[in-house]
């Protein structure tokens, strides 16, 4: 397996967020990453010493995860129960459940349960935040609409905006729950349709109490 070395500076610079360039420490780098409001996580390479900050959390675990010497740590919120994924940069709480695919009604119910909800999304990097916790499986969201109604709310009972992103082909009329599919895509399920399940819970404010997790522990 390769080293991690600066073929991914031009990636990560696009995708991943701010390089701090130069050699530092990991606890260094843990503190600018609390320091910094957009950052939601991080990557620090033990070889060279150098950190990489990460606006979302997963976003570059394909990349750079499994390279040698890399290691991945997350900002946690004591607001987020275990299981649950803290995203500073969107301040969410985000958990796919994918143990079994259960119809829209019990993906809600089971959302609740946890003291939660089905997600609802907002703005774009809402989105994509929770396309990527979604692992590429397709999704129940919080969305619904009545039978024969064509206006689409989210299931607190309010309106869609200033944000939406439907793929209009997949809007039938017949079909009164909201799925989002692997791209970030939102479309229309029926009630008879089973899929994993994501839930999010709400932030109340940005916690102080910010810590970091190394997943390889």
Same mark, same amino acid.
């Given at each position: ?26 606890? *260094? ?24 900050? *990460? ?72 989105? *994509? ?42 809007? *039938? ?45």
């Amino acid at each position: 397996m390769l080293s991690f070395s600066l073929l991914f500076i031009g990636y990560l610079s696009d995708t991943v967020g701010p390089f701090l360039s130069g050699s530092t420490l990991r606890s *260094e780098c843990a503190v600018a990453c609390v320091n910094n409001a957009n950052c939601s996580s991080f990557f620090y390479d033990v070889n060279t010493q150098a950190c990489y900050l *990460e606006k979302y959390v997963y976003v570059a675990m394909d990349q750079l995860y499994h390279q040698r010497g890399v290691q991945y740590y997350s900002l946690l919120n004591e607001a987020c129960p275990a299981g649950y994924v803290y995203c500073r940069f969107t301040n969410q709480c985000l958990r796919l459940h994918s143990s079994s695919k259960m119809k829209y009604p019990a993906a809600k119910t089971l959302c609740l349960e946890n003291s939660g909800h089905l997600a609802f999304i907002m703005a774009k990097e809402e989105n *994509e935040q929770a396309s990527v916790v979604a692992e590429n499986n397709t999704v129940w969201i919080g969305l619904e609409r009545n039978d024969g109604d064509d206006e689409w709310h989210w299931a607190n009972g309010h309106s869609l905006g200033p944000y939406i992103n439907f793929n209009q082909a997949s809007l *039938e009329d017949e079909q009164i729950y909201g799925r989002m599919f692997p791209l970030g895509k939102w479309g229309a399920y029926s009630a008879n349709g089973v899929l994993f399940t994501l839930c999010e819970i709400g932030v109340e404010g940005k916690s102080n109490a910010l810590m970091c997790w190394d997943i390889n522990s």
